[in-house]
């Protein structure tokens, strides 16, 4: 099992995570939503595509920036489609660590 952490809430956790380029991406549907607030950053990467990204929200701490996801990736990263990764101080831990 993989956890997205911030602010001592579990905000992603899934046994199905994608790993690209050391960041664990989660299925959409394992994302608690409401701790996600739309971002205005937009970021290029040359092989995978577009990435929008959001500010991870708990009570108070707001994580900038801390998750991004590749709505219409590439077809070579494909398998990130619907799949949301985190950094910026959101932790990320497998099996329960």
Not at 37 to 56: H, M, P, Q
Not at 58 to 78: F, I, L, M, N, Q
Request: glycine share 8%; hydrophobic share 45%; with cysteine.
């Amino acid at each position: 099992m993989v956890r997205a952490i911030w602010n001592d809430v579990v905000v992603a956790e899934s046994d199905e995570t994608v790993l690209v380029e050391g960041h664990h991406y989660f299925p959409l549907d394992s994302v608690a939503q409401e701790h996600l607030r739309s971002s205005e950053l937009i970021t290029r990467c040359f092989w995978k595509g577009t990435a929008n990204y959001y500010d991870v929200v708990v009570d108070d701490a707001v994580a900038k920036d801390g998750a991004w996801t590749y709505r219409a990736p590439s077809e070579a990263a494909g398998n990130i489609r619907d799949y949301i990764a985190f950094w910026h101080g959101v932790r990320v831990v497998a099996d329960g660590g």
